[in-house]
């Protein structure tokens, strides 16, 4: 298949013949992938089994992991779920549009593989201005994985995108690199307390300062549970080489390169500018700083596609806190890591 590729300036989009094409193909029940302020999207017609089937096609997607759904506007909610809880009204004016993804029960006009067979359904509007104006200007409801390849690291470029996918969509649009970096925060709102089933570019934290208390999917900390997010048992966000996630001070992450170089494996470390600087290692990758990881947040899936398996055979990662945004970097770091080495 020929793939569109359309660069878009953001301040150019209500003038965009780009994305009128690209919504052409939208209606045409073809995919489309599109930056968001999280990661690049892969959308098609949520309404469309059809449309949606090549999502999934194009991905390599397991069928029994749902997609979220993508609108314009907060007034377009009603019009696929059976209600709004006054709890997930407060969340949809405080972070709407936002990287929020509400999981309410749905009322049977979303395509039955968008949700895959489930009674729920997940919906964001996403605070970008190409995103946005392509769902206005295709007038569909669009339901939109991350437009990578099933198990490698999220897109946050045009270029992540179309190395994945060229040739397998209809259409790129490039609107730059991503802003958040990490997905969206997808939140059960269907029970009293809302539970976190993904942590993402929204926090706990703030979540709790708008709603009180706010559960985390157990799941989400034990390894044996069956997590309720059906995508979150899946491979994911894996690079080339193996990560070993590495838990402890400089000293230890030193001992560990020396001591896999002994043994005869090429190291990449993929670490903050702080430990950078305390580390000798053949390849060193920098992923932002402790002291930001905003910005670690922004860097992780560019980084980790950044590592070759022709120049590494194993990748050595630094442990961050698990605070803030922390929480999101960790939960994916922890998943697209193939063993922790531990103090
Ligand atoms: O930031 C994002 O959320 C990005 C951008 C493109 O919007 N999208 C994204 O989609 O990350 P995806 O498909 O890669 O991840 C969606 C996650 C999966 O873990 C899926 O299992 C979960 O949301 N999910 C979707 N619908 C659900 C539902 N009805 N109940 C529980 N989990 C659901
Ligand atoms: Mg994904």
Known sequence: ????????????????????????LLQQQQVVAFPTETVYGLGADAT???????????KGRPADNPLIVHIANREQIKEYVTSIPAHAEKLIEAFMPGPL?????????IAKNVTAGL????IRMPDHPVARRLIEVSGLPLAAPSANQSGKPSPTTAKHVYDDLNGRVAGIVDGGPTGVGVESTVLDCTQDIPVILRPGGITKEELEEVLGTVMLDPALAKTGDKPRAPGMKYTHYEPE???WLVKGDAAFFQAKIDQYREQGYKVGVMVSKE???????????????????????????DTLRAFKISDVDIILCESFPEQGVGQAVMNRLTKASSRIVRN
Not at 48 to 58: E, G, L, P
């Open 119 to 122: 009674s729920t359904v997940g």
């Open 48 to 58: 469309s089994k059809q449309a949606v089937d090549k999502i999934f096609q194009a």
């Open 1 to 24: 298949m020929e793939t569109n590729y359309w660069q878009i300036d953001q301040q150019q989009v209500g003038q965009s013949q780009a994305i009128e094409q690209a919504a052409a």
């Open 101 to 109: 993804t509400v999981i309410l029960e749905h009322n049977g006009t």
């Open 275 to 301: 430990l950078a600087t305390q580390l000798q290692a053949e390849t060193i990758k920098v992923c932002g700083s402790q002291a930001d990881l905003t910005q670690v947040a922004v860097q992780l899936y």
């Open 241 to 243: 080489a193996p990560l």
